[in-house]
Each structure stands twice: as structure tokens, then as C-alpha cells.
């Protein structure tokens, strides 16, 4: 199986903030990777394919890059709905594996 | 707009067979080249992928669970169906199913199975 490490496991930001979760693959997955926000109570929503594709009705603040092993999802300025917990996901290989999430909480 | 719906049991007893059912509306589940997945998260942890069936029957396992798990579709009711056996608490999970092309783009609310006598 491909393993997906997500950094940092936790993050605390402020209203406006620039933030950066990172996702390795153990080995090189392309850019089949996916990034999702889950919410408390909620099923995980779709944010960007394809590694850098920026999924329908997402809003711009939301950005993807990455090939082969390293991955990043940028959120340019944090607003107050961003607050959640972010996935990544190969999709290069079954299984598909997660990363363990990424907690983002308000400073 | 395709909209997903998990139906099933939300407790299952120790070495019985925990069965779902995702019901697609909105569209049909044999229009497109999608794959229909299936996801779990037990409470406070991360999302584990169980598999997923294609329109044409095919399907792809965990193989963390694969002797366990049947995944099926039913195109007439536009449904397909989730089947894991001899669970243990340890399937005890919220269980989502997902339409899956390029990402997981559509997602049921998802439903709780406890597994205990």
C-alpha cells in the first residue's frame, strides 16, 4: 500500500492567514492526489483532483501543486468556514489510501 | 445534481454480516465512467477506503478487508450495496458511500454502524 503522511497533524490560524498543509506519498503517485475538508458531523467535501485541478464551486483561496511524491494544499487567506480537518488522497494505486488528516484550528 | 443516500442497519451483533445500500438519484448509476466507492471512519479517527464497484461490474478491495467484503450494483434500482462480514467492534464506523471519478466528488451523509450484542 502507498502511505500518505500528512504535516503538521494540527495547525492553529488566524482569520486572514496564510496556510500550508504538506502530504508526502511513500512512493510516486503522479499527481493523482486529492485533497478534502471534512467538518465535524459532515462527509468530506472535494477541493481539489488531480493534484492542482480546483474542484467545481471551490472557492479561488484554495490552491494545489505537487507531482510524484510531495503535495501541498495552500488556503491564501483563511476565513472563518476553513476551520477543519484536510485529507489528502492518492488515487494512483488500490487501495486508496488517506493521509491522517490535517486539524486546522483557530488561533 | 447526483445525490447519494446510505441505508442499512446501525447495529450489527459480533460475527454477522453488516449490509449497506447507497442509493444514487439525480442520475443514473450507469451513465459516465465512474467508479461507486465505498469509505469508513470510526469515531475520532481517519477515512479508510473499503473499495469500490465500476458501472461494468468490476470491482477493487482493500486488502486489508478483502475476505470480508462484497461489494454489488443493482443497476435496476440504481443502488449499489456494501456487504462485510464477520464483523468485529472493531468495524464499528461511520460509512460513507461515493461517486469516484477524479476524486471523490459526491458523497452520501453517511450512516453509523455499531458493532455489539
Known amino acids: 500500500d502507498i502511505q500518505m503522511t500528512q504535516s503538521p497533524s494540527s495547525l492553529s490560524a488566524s482569520v486572514g492567514d496564510r496556510v500550508t498543509i504538506t502530504c508526502r506519498a511513500s512512493?510516486?503517485?503522479?499527481?493523482?492526489l486529492n485533497w478534502y475538508q471534512q467538518k465535524p458531523g459532515k462527509a468530506p467535501k472535494l477541493l481539489i483532483y488531480?493534484?492542482?485541478s480546483l474542484q467545481s464551486g471551490v472557492p479561488s483561496r484554495f490552491s494545489g501543486s505537487g507531482s510524484g511524491t510531495d503535495f501541498t494544499l495552500t488556503i491564501s487567506s483563511l476565513q472563518p468556514e476553513d476551520f477543519a480537518t484536510y485529507y489528502c488522497?492518492?488515487?494512483?494505486?488500490?487501495?486508496?489510501?488517506f493521509g491522517q488528516g490535517t486539524r486546522l484550528e483557530i488561533k | 445534481q447526483v445525490q447519494l443516500q446510505e441505508s442499512g442497519p446501525g447495529l450489527v451483533k459480533p460475527s454477522q454480516t453488516l449490509s449497506l445500500t447507497c442509493t444514487v438519484s439525480g442520475g443514473s448509476i450507469s451513465s459516465g465512467s465512474y467508479y461507486w466507492s465505498w469509505i469508513r471512519q470510526p469515531a475520532g479517527k481517519g477515512l479508510e477506503w473499503i473499495g469500490r464497484i465500476y458501472t461494468s461490474g468490476s470491482t477493487n478491495y482493500n486488502p486489508s478487508l478483502k475476505s470480508r467484503v462484497t461489494i454489488s450494483v443493482d443497476t435496476s434500482k440504481n443502488q449499489f450495496s456494501l456487504k462485510l462480514s464477520s464483523v468485529t467492534a472493531a468495524d464499528t464506523a461511520v460509512y460513507y458511500c461515493a461517486r469516484d471519478l477524479e476524486g471523490m466528488d459526491v458523497w452520501g451523509q453517511g450512516t453509523t454502524v455499531t458493532v455489539s450484542s
Open positions: 488522497q492518492q488515487s494512483y494505486s488500490t487501495p486508496q489510501t
Open positions: 512512493q510516486s503517485i503522479s499527481s493523482y
Open positions: 488531480a493534484a492542482s
